[in-house]
């Protein structure tokens, strides 16, 4: 087991090298920041000194180096625009974003492994065809269209949820929720809403296929022979078996969600990491533009890591596999 963890840490650390070239001279060769922060009708001075305070007259392996060089202590360097700590304006966003994710992949999760079950228990009857059908619906529409729906809809037809912003929220140790009051789940509930669709319907056919596969395999009908009840071979039998896609399918989707939250945030204007790495585009704030997909690289490398981790002591074939 130390071998298989020492050989999948190794190889996160040679990705997140090779990431950190790739974004580093990505982001930098794209536009020229001191167009954004200075007036137009500044200087020559004062444009040479603001390009000097920002380090960019020095050449790009230099840049790169301190850049590496303050990151693994944990500095990330200023932002262009807000003039504060990176890592500082990245936290003060990341609650909003961080209880929106939860809220719809958790929401999904649980509610999608429970009508794909379903739907893979009792496939023919009309139930599981109309959760099947919703099921592609969720796949086909673009999350975006849907957002502007859902707003349209319940926010100004209706009038039953507002369209956008946070709401009122309230702060524990430090930091401030919004799910906590009833305003701020009156706000997070068409976001939620907007950005679980996806991963309900990918949950339910996954968790629908898998059921299927189960039922049909020797472990179940040896169950039914015992005397087993439905619900304990549900239970004991069916719900582990499907266990390792499961936590793999959640795991990636919570760190894609929680990386690329962007469009819902946008649309709700919700006050998220998304919306301050759109904002940070439109004006060529490179290092939050930086920090954010280097952090976004290193959420899905630990997330891979740990879903690994939790292969190997989830199936012990694995760990066999791996070691040998």
């Known amino acids: 087991m130390l071998g298989f963890v020492i050989q999948r840490f190794l190889q996160a650390v040679v990705v997140m090298a090779a990431m950190s070239v790739i974004v580093f001279v990505g982001v930098y060769a794209i536009g020229n920041p001191v167009d954004i922060v200075i007036p137009p009708d500044a200087t020559q001075a004062i444009?040479?000194?603001?390009?000097?305070?920002?380090g960019l007259d020095r050449p790009l392996w230099e840049q790169y180096w301190?850049?590496?060089?303050?990151?693994?202590?944990?500095?990330?360097?200023?932002?262009?625009?807000?003039?504060?700590?990176?890592?500082?304006?990245i936290a003060s966003r990341l609650p909003a974003t961080l209880e929106l994710v939860l809220i719809s992949?958790?929401?999904a999760?649980?509610?999608?492994v429970a009508l794909g079950v379903y739907a893979g228990y009792r496939p023919d009857s009309r139930i599981s065809k109309t959760i099947m059908a919703l099921s592609v619906l969720g796949f086909s529409v673009p999350s975006f269209w849907v957002g502007l729906i859902l707003i349209l809809t319940f926010a100004v037809s209706l009038g039953w949820l507002p369209a956008g912003g946070r709401g009122d929220t309230i702060e524990i140790f430090g930091i401030r929720w919004s799910f906590l009051t009833f305003d701020?789940?009156?706000?997070?509930?068409?976001?939620?809403i907007n950005l679980a669709l996806f991963k309900l319907a990918m949950m339910i056919r996954l968790a629908r296929a898998g059921t299927r596969e189960i039922m049909l395999t020797d472990t179940i009908k040896f169950a039914r022979a015992a005397g087993l009840s439905e619900a304990t071979i549900l239970?004991?039998?069916?719900?582990?078996?499907?266990?390792?896609?499961i936590v793999t399918v959640f795991g990636l989707e919570l760190g894609s969600t929680l990386a690329f939250a962007v469009v819902?945030?946008?649309?709700?204007?919700?006050?998220?990491?998304?919306?301050?790495i759109i904002d940070s585009i439109y004006v060529l704030d490179r290092?939050?533009?930086v920090a954010y997909l280097i952090l976004t690289a290193a959420l899905f490398v630990t997330i891979n890591f740990t879903v690994d981790l939790v292969f190997a002591l989830i199936d012990p074939r694995i760990r066999a596999r791996r070691a040998a």
């Open 47 to 54: 444009r040479e000194e603001a390009i000097r305070r920002l």
């Open 109 to 112: 999760t649980v509610l999608g």
């Open 287 to 289: 290092p939050v533009m």
């Open 105 to 107: 992949v958790i929401s």
């Open 66 to 89: 301190i850049f590496v060089s303050n990151a693994v202590q944990g500095d990330f360097g200023r932002s262009f625009v807000y003039n504060i700590p990176v890592l500082e304006l």
């Open 184 to 192: 701020g789940l009156s706000h997070i509930a068409l976001p939620a």
């Open 235 to 245: 239970r004991r039998h069916l719900l582990k078996m499907i266990s390792i896609p």
């Open 264 to 276: 819902t945030e946008t649309i709700f204007s919700w006050p998220g990491v998304g919306k301050l």
